[in-house]
């Protein structure tokens, strides 16, 4: 038992003088770490949405048929909105045997499709007819729709440049609390977060209704608000 432990220590001092080693080797040049975070305040443009199509049967051919037909349906209603076809997609087509447990036995019970169907909306305006319409479809379920803005990558580019100014401030300002100045950036690295998100559920929105006319019928439209774009970054200059 004892060559073991004595491998075992040995090891174990081995590991923990390689460790120091590359510790007092990142630390050789003075240097100070810092984040930086930017928020940019947006009024969204876009809305995303995502609904799924599921029907169950008997007969598998007679699902697939049926269930084409609901799909037909579901696009030809979208195209009507005037949505461009360019920004419908499907995807996760997909049939397969269905099941229920009848005292405590799986038996199965028919077939079902599926496919989910998603799309995006540049008027707002669209939104109460496509939330009411979908809500008339049989086998039609709305998983959910968000808030984004068309030109998202622009703006995570801005707002990325004003969190590395928030950095490099930050950093002069702690630098010359000490009588220090803060040179060139030896590591940048962007921290993958939620802070580092764009869009927003409808679900935390109001929906203003307007003046409607003498029969009740209101036309209803999204109040959108303001979504967040938020970005942090960690950087390291070097200190003299």
Do not use: C
Not at 50 to 76: M, P, Q, W, Y
Request: no cysteine; net charge negative; charged share 25%.
């Amino acid at each position: 038992m004892k060559p073991i432990t004595t491998i075992t220590i040995a090891a174990v001092l081995s590991f923990t003088t390689s460790s120091l080693i590359a510790q007092q080797s990142e630390i050789s040049q003075p240097h100070i770490t810092v984040y930086g975070t930017a928020v940019s305040q947006v009024t969204p443009d876009t809305l995303r949405w995502s609904i799924t199509v599921r029907n169950k049967g008997e007969d598998l051919e007679a699902v697939a048929r049926e269930h084409t037909r609901i799909v037909g349906d579901v696009l030809t209603f979208i195209k009507d909105i005037e949505i461009d076809s360019d920004d419908i997609q499907t995807a996760d087509m997909r049939f397969d045997e269905d099941y229920r447990w009848v005292d405590r036995e799986r038996v199965r019970d028919g077939f079902f499709a599926t496919t989910g169907i998603s799309f995006k909306v540049l008027d707002f305006r669209k939104y109460r007819d496509l939330w009411i319409g979908l809500a008339k479809m049989k086998y039609v379920s709305v998983d959910g729709v968000s808030l984004d803005v068309s030109n998202r990558i622009e703006l995570q580019d801005e707002t990325r440049i004003k969190a590395l100014k928030a950095a490099k401030r930050k950093a002069e300002a702690m630098a010359a609390a000490l009588d220090g100045t803060v040179g060139a950036p030896i590591a940048i690295v962007e921290i993958q977060s939620p802070l580092n998100s764009w869009e927003s559920s409808v679900s935390n929105t109001m929906v203003e209704v307007g003046s409607g006319t003498a029969d009740g019928s209101a036309q209803a439209t999204l109040a959108p608000g303001r979504i967040a774009i938020k970005v942090r970054v960690k950087v390291t200059f070097s200190l003299h």
